[in-house]
């Protein structure tokens, strides 16, 4: 198409360095560089950077002398970006390394995959060659149809190996769900699933590292070996990076050369609570893959300088050299990393942060024996369900309490209401509460009393409530407690003032500093009646007391009774 009597596909390594992997060339060109690699620095970082700003390029003639570019005056102290002029000068560094290749004219065409540079069409002509625009536009069109197809063809590799490895991942997530012994799980092939730790990203060996202790399966290095290298990878890695990921793992950590045939290339992953800690640690290693690698020349002397001008020069050399490579492993893709370090997540997130909590575990063995025993769920249940058939009692109450029209009726129902509302609170914040055994009191007081403002005339303007935050009873006080309370917050709003009179009643609840709690409901009005205590039940008296003497003796709690500062009653109970 293009006329060159050399074309190549040039592709980039992750290194950046170049190798010829297609050639067609004429019959009489006897230089081949097919299969030859070349250094990075043969097309350096700002010739990359160019390649994919501007993805064509063609020289007709490398000798042609060069025409200045010239501006308009208001120009003169602008640069003048040549990005995008296909027929621009090169660099004398690269006329020089096209005079040392034999090259006059060329064509390079970029190769972008998602937008980045994955390698080059390159045409080579030994005399000067003219391709017509045409002919350009449409090699252009054949470079981007090529990339396409790799990018097709790397995408459905990609593909395939991340559903094979996401395969194995949840069989292992599986197979750890299924398993109290974690590490079985992941470092034995003896069961159905049969996938381990190994398994996620085909590597030749895998450790699980997690208290000094070591699991592996495949080939690995010996356990003190891999504790070493955990212990160095705890004091290299950043305190905020978890994953270490090397195709060359003797080049970090020189001990590993003893050791290249199982674990020359390293995938680890830390894991921890904190970035002090981290003490677990997944690995992944991978053997040698011992390989011949040729060079365009010796790839250690890619660039000389002029003595007496300091100019850098390019390689004038483009013979064979061989190089033996060993202590290199497959190298770990992008996603195999991020897979990594997601998985050990998952493994923390499940299983590790338990293991740490061995111990923890071990003291409270005895309470979460207890706590099962009780039937926790059995207990919320019914917690549940009684404080919504109270609820629907306690209302049913109120609205026939508004239908009577006999005053002592209506508060005969309002006393009752409140007395349904004080037990169904207890049982919404057992139900509410993490420990079913173990109320909240001052949460309960609060809602008890916004309860008795509701169903109470009166009571919104007068009720204030001051508890301690996580003062919890058990829930056989909190009943008792509730009981009394709410008889005392009763009397005080309908006796402690006259009609219309203005004041307040104070409900508090707090810790001891004995130990216990202390609950008291205080009033600032006219005060009690001589016989308050022994009042009988026709006037309304006798059986609030009595309900208040059963419940302070069922918890064994005492009863006080004084004056608040001024005029008034201040009841207080002691548990």
């Not at 002029?306 to 497959?330: C, H, K, M, N, Y």
């Not at 299983?351 to 919320?380: C, D, F, N, P």
Request: net charge negative; aromatic share 6%; hydrophobic share 45%.
């Amino acid at each position: 198409m293009t006329g060159f009597e050399r074309v190549l596909v040039y592709r980039f390594d992750p290194e950046w360095n170049g190798e010829a992997i297609a050639e067609d060339r004429a019959t009489d060109w006897g230089q081949s560089l097919l299969g030859l690699r070349f250094p990075a620095s043969d097309i350096p970082a700002q010739a990359r950077a160019l390649y994919a700003k501007s993805p064509a390029r063609f020289v007709v003639d490398r000798d042609a002398v060069p025409a200045a570019v010239r501006g308009q005056p208001a120009m003169a102290n602008e640069a003048i970006d040549l990005s995008f002029a296909p027929s621009r000068a090169l660099s004398p560094v690269h006329l020089e390394y096209q005079r040392n290749l034999g090259v006059n004219g060329s064509m390079s065409l970029s190769i972008l995959v998602e937008g980045a540079l994955w390698g080059l069409l390159i045409g080579h002509h030994r005399k000067p060659h003219y391709v017509t625009p045409e002919t350009r536009a449409l090699a252009g069109l054949v470079a981007d149809g090529f990339a396409l197809r790799v990018h097709e063809l790397e995408s459905r590799r990609l593909w395939a190996e991340q559903q094979r490895s996401l395969a194995t991942r949840n069989a292992l997530l599986a197979k750890v769900a299924a398993s109290e012994d974690l590490v079985a799980a992941l470092t034995s092939a003896n069961s159905r699933a049969g996938v381990t730790l190994a398994d996620l990203f085909g590597a030749g060996g895998a450790a699980m590292v997690t208290g000094g202790q070591v699991a592996s399966v495949g080939s690995t290095p010996p356990p003190n070996v891999i504790i070493g290298l955990v212990d160095w990878l705890r004091r290299s890695l950043p305190a905020e990076e978890r994953v270490f990921a090397s195709d060359h793992l003797s080049e970090h950590y020189v001990p590993a050369a003893a050791w290249c045939t199982e674990a020359s290339g390293l995938l680890a992953v830390l894991v921890g609570g904190d970035a002090g800690e981290r003490g677990h640690a997944l690995l992944w290693f991978r053997p040698e893959v011992a390989s011949t690698v040729v060079w365009g020349g010796d790839p250690r002397k890619p660039v000389l300088a002029d003595a007496a001008t300091g100019t850098v020069l390019p390689r004038r050399s483009f013979e064979r050299w061989i190089e033996e490579r060993r202590g290199q492993a497959e190298p770990w893709s992008a996603w195999q990393v991020g897979t990594a370090l997601a998985f050990a997540s998952a493994m923390e997130g499940v299983v590790l942060r338990q293991m740490r909590r061995v111990a923890e575990l071990s003291a409270e063995r005895e309470a979460l024996m207890r706590a099962l025993e009780q039937k926790e769920v059995l207990a919320r249940e019914v917690d549940h369900r009684v404080k919504n058939s109270l609820q629907i009692v306690a209302g049913v109450m109120r609205l026939q309490g508004r239908t009577v029209a006999d005053p002592a009726a209506r508060a005969a129902f309002e006393d009752t209401y409140a007395r349904v509302m004080s037990v169904a609170r207890v049982h919404d914040s057992l139900q509410q509460s993490a420990d079913i055994e173990s109320v909240d009191l001052g949460e309960t007081l609060r809602r008890l009393c916004d309860d008795l403002a509701a169903g109470v005339a009166g009571a919104a303007q007068r009720l204030e409530v001051e508890a301690d935050s996580g003062l919890t009873v058990s829930s056989r006080t909190a009943v008792a407690l509730s009981l009394v309370a709410t008889e005392l917050v009763t009397n005080a709003l309908k006796y402690a003032y006259g009609p219309g009179e203005p004041g307040r009643v104070e409900v508090s609840a707090k810790a001891r500093p004995s130990g216990g709690v202390e609950v008291r409901v205080c009033d600032f009005g006219r005060g009690l009646p001589p016989n308050w205590a022994t009042r009988p039940r026709s006037d309304g008296g006798g059986l609030g007391m009595r309900v208040i003497r059963v419940m302070l003796e069922r918890i064994g709690a005492e009863l006080e009774v004084g004056s608040a500062e001024g005029p008034g009653t201040c009841f207080t109970v002691l548990v």
